[in-house]
């Protein structure tokens, strides 16, 4: 069954632009393991999905990075099942610029909790912008990191991945 957008016009429903450190997705060539990430996220309103963008602080090594969504659920930490997923090439010219993931129209709706991960092919290896906030003020919602060895990973809520979730108005 196709999904077809109400819609061509989108809107940030949630936009973190705050960006003063890197997380590393990918595979660098010292380290055997590869590296994950994502964030967790409360959808403030429903309405279709459009699109997913994070933020490329640095291209080290170019290649194809994947983006999947899932609904989350806090309080066991669970990823269920990808919702939809959406995958580019970024190239060394993409550093310090947004990239956009357009995803399948998918019904969001308000108060629930998604998280998008993040993986790399190929050997590519890239820096995401993300926010490392105080000890008094942690994120709304969380970023996740794991890697090969530990793919369960991680929760913090003193960080958050540099992102925008865009609906369809």
Known sequence: ME????????RPVIT????NTTLWIGHMKSDPNDHFGG???TC???GLLDNIQVYSASVHHPGELVLTLHEFDGAAKTWGPALG???LDVHKKDHAKWIRFDLPALELRQGSTYGFRLETHHNAMIGLGEAAAG???????????ADSID??????????????VELCA
């Not at 999904?3 to 989108?10: A, F, I, N, V, Y």
């Not at 973190?16 to 960006?19: D, L, R």
């Not at 000890?135 to 990191?145: D, L």
């Open 151 to 164: 793919q369960r990973g991680h929760f913090f809520s003193y960080f958050s991945l540099t992102y925008k």
């Open 44 to 46: 403030p309103s429903a």
């Open 16 to 19: 973190q632009a705050e960006n």
């Open 3 to 10: 999904t077809t957008k109400k819609s061509s016009h989108s």
């Open 85 to 87: 997923s959406s995958k």
């Open 39 to 41: 964030q967790i996220f």
């Open 135 to 145: 000890n008094e003020h942690p994120f709304v919602g969380q970023e996740w990191k």
